[in-house]
């Protein structure tokens, strides 16, 4: 799952977005690049293939891009190979537009031949560059403002996206934009941070916006205001991220598998802790009462990957101790096949980031037919959350 940082303020940029980048490193990537701005000078862009690393050797780890206002981007290949000419940042035809993003555009080729006929060149194989140039395109047609070309950008895109955008005219500002893939925007000293995670940013602030699924946002130096697609703007609250940064990184262990492998006494103990009280297991808090919970005649678990397997080792416990039948779902089979579900029914939905799409697919198809849901998260403020 890709990755991605912004920072703007009064520091240099690009020492902070690699940071933030490092602790994204868990998602896994292929490439890696940054774009940073200073002042009304044009922006630069840097991108490397290969370990971060490669990035950090190429720019001085950071030291010789100058500027106050920056994106960053690790990437995993979906559109095009691994490569530095698909890696993130892109950028229009005149760099009037730079921007990063995480999804996938799944009309990206229907888009880009209406932009190839608008004149547009493409120097990459990748979706991300289309919703770059789409941006652009809106920016210089209507000659608004960036939310305006964002809105009419995002109408016209099929899929899952954050964005995190730079726009020429706007030198210390940066845009950003979701929909079904995660977002935070951070704010401390008179300084914006952007992050597609927590990890990225809680070295620098614990206090948080969850941006929301298709909203936007601008992002000055230690403000931020939000806007709906129909871009009016709109009031969040700003949140305290209470756990510790510790817990998201690698805490001296070589890999991070190695490291959750270790930790699974202490989940555990963490996990039932959180439920413990005057020492009985007391479930209120999960938004079912105890009639509600008798009431569950069928139990399905649904996820992917190895949050799948987890199910399958659920399963057997809880049919064993609860004598209540339990199915196993894969996310991506569950969302295509029009499932018969029991009204009194249990969908739990399990996933790492709480952001898996097809988990999710599966969560709005659970809602949709009234059934009650539960979801197992990593992350708080994840979409599933």
């Not at 209507?142 to 305006?148: A, K, R």
């Not at 706007?170 to 929909?179: C, D, G, L, T, W």
């Not at 079904?180 to 070295?203: F, H, Q, T």
């Not at 940064?245 to 006494?265: D, L, N, R, V, W």
Request: aromatic letters at 8%; charged letters at 25%.
């Amino acid at each position: 799952m890709c990755g991605i940082v912004g920072f703007t303020g009064e520091h240099q940029a690009a020492p902070i977005l690699l940071d933030g980048l490092s602790k994204l490193e868990y998602r896994g990537y292929d490439s890696a690049g940054i774009a940073v701005r200073d002042g009304s000078a044009d922006t630069e862009i840097i991108k490397a293939k290969g370990r971060l690393k490669v990035l950090a050797e190429k720019t001085n780890d950071g030291e010789s891009v100058k500027g106050t206002c920056g994106i960053g981007h690790t990437r995993w290949a979906t559109h095009g190979e691994p490569s530095e000419n698909n890696a993130h940042p892109h950028a229009s035809d005149d760099g009037n537009v730079v921007a990063v993003h995480n999804g996938i555009i799944e009309n990206y080729q229907e888009l880009k031949d209406k932009l190839v006929r608008k004149g547009y060149t493409f120097y990459s194989e990748t979706d991300t560059e289309v919703a770059v140039k789409l941006i652009d395109y809106y920016y210089k047609k209507y000659e608004g403002t960036p939310v305006d070309a964002i809105n009419h950008a995002l109408v016209r895109i099929r899929g899952s996206y954050a964005l995190a955008i730079m726009f020429r005219d706007y030198p210390e500002e940066i845009y950003v934009a979701r929909k079904d893939s995660p977002m935070i925007l951070g704010v401390a000293n008179g300084e914006s941070y952007i992050g597609s995670d927590v990890p990225a940013i809680l070295k620098y602030t614990r206090d948080v916006y969850y941006i929301g699924n298709q909203e936007m946002a601008r992002v000055r130096k230690g403000e931020i205001t939000f806007y709906n697609l129909d871009g009016e703007e709109i009031e969040k609250e700003l949140k305290t991220v209470e756990w510790d940064a510790e817990a998201a990184e690698k805490s001296g262990y070589e890999h991070f598998m190695i490291k959750e492998i270790h930790e699974q006494p202490k989940a555990v103990l963490d996990t039932l802790n959180s439920v413990i009280k005057d020492g009985m297991i007391d479930l209120s808090e999960v938004g079912l009462s105890e009639e509600e919970i008798k009431e569950i005649s069928q139990i399905y678990i649904v996820a992917c990957g190895s949050a799948y397997h987890v199910g399958v080792a659920a399963q057997y416990v809880m049919e064993d101790l609860a004598r209540i039948p339990v199915r196993v779902e894969l996310a991506s089979e569950f969302r295509y096949r029009n499932p018969i579900l029991d009204p009194k029914g249990l969908v739990v939905i399990i996933s790492q980031s709480g952001e898996t799409a097809d988990s999710l697919a599966a969560l709005r198809e659970s809602k949709k037919q009234g059934v009650k849901t539960l979801g197992i998260v990593n992350v708080i403020g994840s979409s599933i959350a």
